[in-house]
C-alpha cells in the first residue's frame, strides 16, 4: 500500500526518534518515545494545531521557511534536511556553504596510500585541504603556505613557481576560474569568497578579465596535464577527479604518471625528500 502522506510519516518517525533531555525537557509522564508535537511546533515557533494537521496530511503544502525551522527545531542533519524538503516541496533546499577545517583521518589515509600519484582534496571554494607526499613533491608544498593561501586560484594568479609549471598557463587559468565560479553557485558560496575576487581582481588584470568573461564550465572529470618541474623536467599526469561520498562540498584530484618514465621521475622526487 503506498504512504500517501509521507511528509508526516517521516516527521512522526523524525519526532519519535528523538531524545527530550537532549533539548533540556524532563522525561516523566511521557507515554510515546520522543517529543511531543506541541514541542516541536514550540521550537519551530508554528502553531500546534497546524503542526499536527502537517502530520496528519491536512494542512497543506509547507512554506520552505516553516521546513527550514522544523528541521532546526528536529536537529535534522543536511542529508535529513533535503529529505524533509524533497518530501514537502518536491525539490531540495537552498543551498547552505560551510567552510571546513581539514578531513577525516581515514581519508587521509586514502591520500597516503597513492604513493606516487600526487592527489589532493579542495573544497568548493577551490581551497586545498589535505594533500599526499606525493602531491608535496610534485605539485606544491603546501604545509609551507599559511592556510589562507592555499587556494588554487591563488597560486595560479599569484605564485610565479605555479604559473611557470603550467605548459599552457592560460588554458588551465580560464579553466579554473571557469569551474571555481560554477562550484562556488552551485555550493552558494558567492557571499564566502567575495574578498577573494576582490583581492584578486585588483592584484591580477588577467583574472579580472577571465572574471568579466562570466564563463561557467563543468568538471572535468579526467584528462591529462603536462607539468614543466624545475627538477623532474616534463611530467605527463592523468588527472581524475572524485566527489567524497558524503562530502558534496570535497572533490579529490588525482594525479597518475601517464608512462612509466613519469612513474620513475616522481619516484625519484618522492624519495629524496626528507621524511
Known amino acids: 500500500m ?3 502522506n509521507s511528509l508526516g510519516t517521516y516527521l512522526r518517525d523524525r519526532r519519535a526518534k528523538l531524545d527530550p533531555t537532549a533539548f533540556g525537557l524532563p522525561l ?3 507515554r510515546t518515545p520522543g517529543l511531543r508535537r506541541e514541542e ?3 521550537r519551530a515557533n508554528v502553531s500546534a494545531t497546524w503542526y499536527t494537521w502537517l502530520e496528519q496530511g491536512r ?3 509547507p512554506s520552505a521557511d516553516v521546513l527550514d525551522r522544523i528541521a532546526r527545531a528536529m536537529m535534522l542533519t543536511d542529508v535529513e534536511r533535503e529529505h524533509l524538503f524533497l518530501l514537502g516541496l ?3 533546499p537552498e543551498v547552505r556553504y560551510h567552510a571546513i577545517d581539514g578531513i577525516s583521518p581515514r581519508l587521509q589515509r586514502v591520500l597516503d596510500t ?3 600519484s600526487p592527489a589532493f582534496v579542495r573544497t568548493a571554494t577551490w581551497d586545498i585541504v589535505a594533500w599526499n607526499r606525493a602531491a608535496t613533491a610534485v605539485l606544491t608544498d603546501y604545509s609551507t603556505l599559511p592556510e589562507g593561501q592555499r587556494n588554487v586560484l591563488r597560486m595560479i594568479f599569484q605564485d610565479s613557481r605555479v604559473r611557470a609549471a603550467q605548459s599552457n598557463w592560460q588554458a588551465v587559468a580560464r579553466y579554473v576560474v571557469a569551474s571555481f565560479r560554477a562550484d ?3 555550493a552558494g558560496a558567492a557571499r564566502n569568497v567575495q574578498s577573494l575576487v576582490d583581492e584578486l581582481c585588483a592584484t591580477s588584470p588577467e583574472f579580472a578579465a577571465m572574471w568579466r568573461d562570466n564563463d561557467v564550465q563543468g568538471r572535468h572529470g579526467d584528462g591529462v596535464k ?3 618541474h624545475p627538477i623532474a623536467g616534463s611530467l605527463s599526469l592523468e588527472f581524475s577527479g572524485f566527489a567524497v561520498d558524503g562530502r558534496p562540498d570535497l572533490t579529490m584530484v588525482i594525479y597518475n604518471p601517464a608512462t612509466p618514465a613519469d612513474t620513475d621521475k616522481i619516484r625519484a622526487l618522492v624519495t629524496s625528500r626528507p621524511k
Do not use: K, N, S
Open 226 to 228: 603536462v607539468l614543466q
Open 184 to 186: 562556488v553557485a552551485r
Open 2 to 4: 503506498t504512504d500517501t
Open 114 to 116: 597513492l604513493e606516487y
Open 28 to 30: 516523566q509522564r511521557r
Open 90 to 92: 518536491g525539490r531540495p
Open 59 to 61: 494542512g497543506g503544502a
Open 40 to 42: 516541536v511546533a514550540q
